[in-house]
């Protein structure tokens, strides 16, 4: 059930003075199973697109067709985008509130108005496949877990929905390199066991990268590239012009002259080689 | 060499309430910081850092142990004027720290606050604000600035009371690449025009930029040194659940594939140079 963005445009306060073109004929398309990485400076636009795609904000104009519901007609509910578009807000974990790790990550699908067998299973199934064990977190406190773990309680309660469409607004924000690198890996893991479509938006662009399978540019409210990450990351001084560096690997390989556009350490390896003709 | 802070055997601990056992957050640190210097402290999360940063200045003050501000005891409460005019704290957050509508207000909050003569306050919010590039900004609204341009008016703020010494926590988590480059850039002329510089942060690409590290763990020193030692010791570092910097991991991977690079490369142009003597031995 691929994602089609069509031309979508919002304008905040329109026809005010203080009109501002937030987003201005967005369009693009996530396949099934894949991940898409969204990468824009601050401004861009990233975090009102993020809003349409989760039902929060109505576009001026355009379509956002999960399926065949377009999510931005007057007719949908909010509970129906909900089944199927989960967002993971920046900083999830401040907005944990229950008093147990359980309670909390079942207060989403307890809005769904499903059968208790139901929820419990939804939140059992969350809270494992967040890389966390069942039985030892379930009673406990969220806000005495460390700051990762918090991150993946708060990342749970979204999955415990769901959703067709996971989208993660900047999910390795503010963390040890540890705890960054486990954030990473749950998100693959999550991809792999439920085949759904990820969206990710980050500055880190390292992280984009190594996860991404597409990778949407955004500037001044407009898309103004897609492609795979080589694509993406071949066009240095394009991205340098939107405010956006390359991956630091990819800098570095540039920088010593490397034709090929070079993503990871391993990569970067094996073209140093062959560059210096060893 | 001067030493600015000292810090004896500091043990800190948060109380949880009557019923639960305090929280050990630092125990038995010591060290001292020279005059002019720039340390960056690294840790995981939970490691003690920021609470080390806070110990700093005094607001918060040693369970046990004692830390001296230019020889001012952080627990004497007359002393807390003298010390925070001397150690000035950047936060993480830029938005908790703007106080005012107008941003040359804010930035002049702090040298209000120490008395300082309405002329003096005037020159100094002037230099403050075109030491972090400002100057043009000094009658907008600090709301509607960008993160690294609110970060940049915070840090002006904490220039304008002349403090010796910084302390920096974590002040790029919250920005865009952009604005961790912009607030980098100040940190380090900071340190160039003779301030002390205590950096908190994750980014070990931002640690290698100071001329010492120290790595927390688990409230306790694990190491200490210069970035070029501490980075060497990839093995414990990995081990308290920290990275290196990308070219040593990268260098290290280059030598288990046979390529001749000297051990122990920090920075990006030491490895451009490497590999291109290398080439032309070729």
């Not at chain 1, 089944?83 to 509130?97: A, T």
């Not at chain 1, 939804?122 to 877990?145: H, N, Y």
């Not at chain 1, 990473?184 to 893991?189: A, H, S």
Request: hydrophobic share 40%; charged share 30%; net charge negative.
């Amino acid at each position: 059930m691929p994602i089609k963005v069509s031309k979508l445009t919002h304008i905040y306060d329109e026809g005010m003075p203080t009109e501002q073109v937030a987003l201005e004929d967005v369009s693009f398309t996530v396949e099934d199973g894949e991940i898409l990485g969204i990468i824009g400076h601050t401004g861009s636009g990233k975090s009102t697109l993020l809003q349409h795609l989760d039902g929060l904000l109505k576009p001026n104009s355009g379509s956002i067709l999960i399926g065949d519901v377009d999510i931005t007609k007057p007719g949908v509910s909010l509970v129906d985008i909900r089944k199927r578009v989960g967002l993971v807000f920046q900083y999830p974990e401040y907005q944990l509130f229950e008093e147990t790790v359980e309670k909390d990550v079942a207060y989403g699908p307890g809005n769904l108005g499903l059968s208790q067998e139901e929820i419990s299973e939804r939140v059992r199934e969350a809270i494992t496949l967040v890389g966390l064990d069942f039985d030892t977190v379930k009673d406990r406190s969220p806000f005495e877990l460390s700051g990762g773990q918090k991150r993946a309680v708060a990342i749970a309660g979204v999955i415990a929905m769901r959703p067709q469409v996971l989208i993660l607004d900047e999910p390795t924000a503010g963390l040890d390199p540890k705890t960054h690198d486990d954030i990473l890996n749950m998100i693959r893991t999550i991809h792999q066991r439920t085949g759904n479509m990820i969206i990710l938006v980050s500055h880190n662009m390292g992280d984009i990268a190594e996860i991404a399978d597409k990778v949407l540019v955004m500037d001044t409210g407009k898309a103004i590239a897609y492609g795979t990450p080589i694509e993406i990351f071949s066009k240095g001084e394009k991205l340098r012009e939107v405010g956006l560096d390359l991956p630091p690997v990819t800098e570095f390989c540039r920088k010593l002259g490397i034709p090929e556009t070079v993503l990871t350490v391993d990569q970067a390896v094996q073209k140093i080689k062959e560059f210096i003709g060893a | 060499m001067d030493k600015v802070i000292t810090v004896e055997d500091l043990t800190f601990e948060y109380n949880r309430g009557e019923n639960a056992e305090p929280v050990k957050a630092l125990d038995g640190v010591s060290f001292e910081i020279d005059k002019g210097s720039f340390t960056a402290i690294i840790g995981k999360n939970g490691s003690g850092k920021s609470t080390l940063a806070k110990n700093l200045n005094g607001l918060l003050i040693p369970t046990s142990g004692s830390v001296f501000v230019e020889g001012y005891d952080t627990k004497d409460d007359e002393a807390i004027w003298e010390i925070r005019q001397r150690a000035g704290m950047v936060f993480q957050n830029p938005d908790n720290q703007l106080v005012s509508s107008i941003v040359e207000d804010d930035v002049a909050f702090g040298p209000e606050n120490l008395g300082v003569d309405p002329a003096e306050i005037r020159r100094r919010v002037d230099k403050a604000l075109e030491d972090v590039n400002m100057g043009e900004y000094k009658m907008k609204a600090p709301h509607l600035l960008s993160g690294g341009q609110k970060q940049r008016i915070a840090i002006a703020g904490v220039v304008a009371m002349r403090p010796e010494i910084i302390i920096f926590d974590e002040p790029t988590a919250m920005l865009d690449p952009k604005g961790r480059k912009e607030i980098m850039a100040i940190i380090k002329e900071l340190h160039g025009e003779g301030k002390t510089v205590i950096l908190i942060t994750h980014f070990m690409e931002e640690a290698i930029e100071a001329d010492r590290v120290i790595i927390l763990n688990a409230g306790k020193i694990l190491l200490d040194g210069a970035p070029e030692e501490i980075f060497k010791r990839v093995d414990e570092i990995r081990e308290v659940n920290l990275e290196v910097p990308m070219m040593t991991d990268l260098g290290d991977r280059l030598i288990a594939a046979g390529i001749d690079v000297p051990k122990g490369i920090i920075r990006e142009e030491d490895m451009v140079e490497a590999i291109c003597r290398l080439k032309s031995q070729n």
